[in-house]
């Protein structure tokens, strides 16, 4: 089974490049401090720049932050197996987190670094265009759904939803590294998995016409505003984010260059590639 569109190789080439720069961007971040100071690397995302199928997970651990790229541990190693028996390897897909950094001691991301960094991964999105997200475990499907129920609710349930400008099919599973210690999990992450092919042969979900995204995007950023509170719309990207650090949603447009506060050099550039690894 393929699950690499076919378009254009300028179109590739242009969202590979758009996405070097984010990444650029997320490598020198300093929105959350305490994660700046303790990460040995912004493990940003790694896979097929032009991938149908994206997973999300929660944060690098040790291996990721020490390697800089995301399941390279166990959790990695099943993940991996799923995959090779849906046909599937892992330049075929697109893997990130939730967190591009990891919490010291693997604690629980924090919900203002969840919010600090929800923009790089809307920008992801954006630019590689799946067709299926597969939300790992609570803290993705949190946040992607915007809601507070659980993945044991949820696992396993497709359904639509826009995510900054695009609208993908959004599919929870339980965390690799859940199913790891406990044997039914393992076997219900198993049947999960099994759907996968049946939801990336199904056509794309309708995209937002121009400017509805964008619309909403701004009635949910003033509604936070005037509410004082995160915005219950999962398009809404936030409010702050967008004067946060430059604006990260023009990396990728012409002209767009660095943001960020801190310009994307030729070393960061290089380093990038070497990170981004399969892709
Ligand atoms: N668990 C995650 O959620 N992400 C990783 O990258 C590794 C383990």
Same mark, same amino acid.
């Given at each position: 089974?393929?699950?690499?569109? =076919? ?5 590739? &080439?242009?969202?590979?490049? =758009? ?5 650029? %961007? ?41 390697? *800089?790229?995301?399941?390279? @541990? ?28 990891? !919490? ?51 696992? @396993? %349930? ?5 995510? @900054? ?10 965390? !690799?590294? $859940? ?26 979900? $309708? ?13 949910? $950023? ?6 004082? *509170? ?7 990207? !936030? ?5 946060? @650090? ?10 767009? *260059? ?8 030729? &070393? ?6 070497? %990170?981004?690894?399969?892709?």
């Amino acid at each position: 089974m393929t699950t690499i569109r =076919a378009v254009s190789s300028v179109d590739i &080439d242009q969202r590979r490049e =758009a996405l070097k720069q984010v990444f650029a %961007q997320a490598s020198v971040c300093t929105r959350c401090q305490e994660l700046a100071a303790t990460r040995k690397s912004v493990v940003f995302g790694a896979g097929n720049a032009n991938a149908d199928l994206m997973f999300v997970g929660e944060a690098p651990g040790a291996s990721e932050d020490e390697q *800089g790229l995301p399941f390279v @541990g166990r959790a990695g190693k099943l993940l991996e197996t799923l995959l090779k028996e849906i046909g599937l390897e892992r330049k075929d897909v697109f893997i990130a987190n939730v967190l591009k950094c990891r !919490p010291p001691g693997n604690r629980d991301p924090l919900p203002l670094e969840i919010e600090n960094c929800r923009e790089y991964l809307y920008r992801q999105v954006e630019l590689i265009q799946p067709r299926v997200i597969c939300s790992l475990g609570n803290f993705s499907t949190k946040l992607l759904r915007d809601d507070p129920t659980g993945i044991t609710r949820l696992h @396993g %349930q497709p359904q639509e939803l826009t995510l @900054g400008r695009r609208t993908v099919r959004l599919y929870p599973i339980f965390h !690799p590294a $859940a199913a790891l210690y406990t044997p039914r999990m393992l076997e219900t992450l198993r049947q999960d998995f099994a759907r996968l092919p049946e939801l990336l042969a199904q056509p794309e979900p $309708a995209q937002p016409v121009a400017g509805e995204a964008e619309a909403l995007e701004q009635a949910a $950023a003033s509604r936070e505003q005037s509410e004082g *509170g995160p915005a219950k719309s999962a398009a809404a990207a !936030p409010a702050d984010a967008k004067s946060r @650090g430059g604006a990260l949603s023009d990396v990728g447009a012409p002209g767009g *260059g660095s943001a960020g506060g801190s310009p994307a050099g030729g &070393d960061e550039q290089a380093g990038a590639v070497d %990170q981004l690894g399969l892709f």
